[in-house]
């Protein structure tokens, strides 16, 4: 009975106009982002498993710091930092050829590193635009008109969730919770985090972007941090 309930919702909510749940693999059968790719690796010109990748001289030494940094016997601790150093290197995105090249280094099986790039969101296993949108849609961002950020976004952009723009300047996904829950609606686009945004700032931004400027990243109403939005309540004196 719990089998056809889960059946017969997703064929309803597949069905329906309405955008009332995330891109989920239930409803959309493989989920929509540069991280959600298929779990056996197919070979592609850009993604080849015997092409070289190795660090650069500068983040081979970036790597030695960080392995220093965990006690000995536990320098495989260091998989999270390294893939992301290995993703910064490869303009947004991991090639099988890096997270290889991340197990030889630390010593590990393979399997490991890929369980740690398969598991985690932050990494993308396939190719990003120069600047990656991701738009918070959970609960709290929805409730500030998280839709308004994600129409926005397409119309500027001219894509849909999970595709690139054919200059490779952008691409768009939807998120679970970035954690500015308090400046809601926001989006995240590469390290920057864009706040307390309305129709008009996510086309700014954009813009900005688009145009070769940086936009100023945090709350675009000028709030402090995460300050109330109508002003401190308490601790005034």
């Known amino acids: 009975m719990l089998s056809w309930s889960v059946r017969n919702l997703a064929r309803v909510l597949k069905s329906s106009s309405a955008r009332c749940l995330h891109t989920t693999t239930v409803v959309q059968g493989g989920g929509a982002g540069p991280h959600n790719a298929l779990l056996s690796h197919l070979e592609e ?10 660090f650069t001289d500068e983040n081979k030494e970036r790597c030695e ?7 000995e016997g536990h320098q495989q601790a260091a998989a999270i930092p390294l893939l992301d150093l290995a ?3 490869h303009g947004g995105w991991l090639p099988l050829a890096a997270m290889n090249h991340v197990a030889h280094v ?10 740690v790039a398969t598991f985690y969101t932050m990494f993308n296993r396939n190719p990003v635009g120069k600047y990656h949108v991701q738009i918070c849609t959970t609960t709290p961002c929805m409730l500030r ?3 308004m950020v994600v ?3 397409k119309e500027n952009l001219g894509i849909g969730m999970g595709e690139t723009t054919s200059d490779k300047l952008f691409t768009m996904c939807e998120v679970e919770c970035l954690g500015a829950c308090v400046n809601a609606p926001m989006m995240q686009i590469n390290d920057a985090y864009y706040e307390d945004l309305s129709e008009s700032d996510v086309h700014e931004i954009l813009n900005d972007l688009r145009e070769g400027r940086t936009p100023k990243p945090g ?4 709030r402090f941090a995460s300050e109330p939005i109508t002003g401190l309540t308490s601790l005034t004196n």
């Open 45 to 54: 010109a850009e993604n080849k498993a015997d092409m070289d990748w190795e």
């Open 65 to 71: 710091g960080i392995i220093a940094q965990y006690p």
């Open 87 to 89: 993703q910064r290197q």
């Open 106 to 115: 630390l010593d590990m099986a393979p399997m490991r590193i890929y369980e």
């Open 145 to 147: 008109d998280s839709d």
């Open 151 to 153: 129409r926005a976004c």
């Open 219 to 222: 709350s675009r109403i000028d």
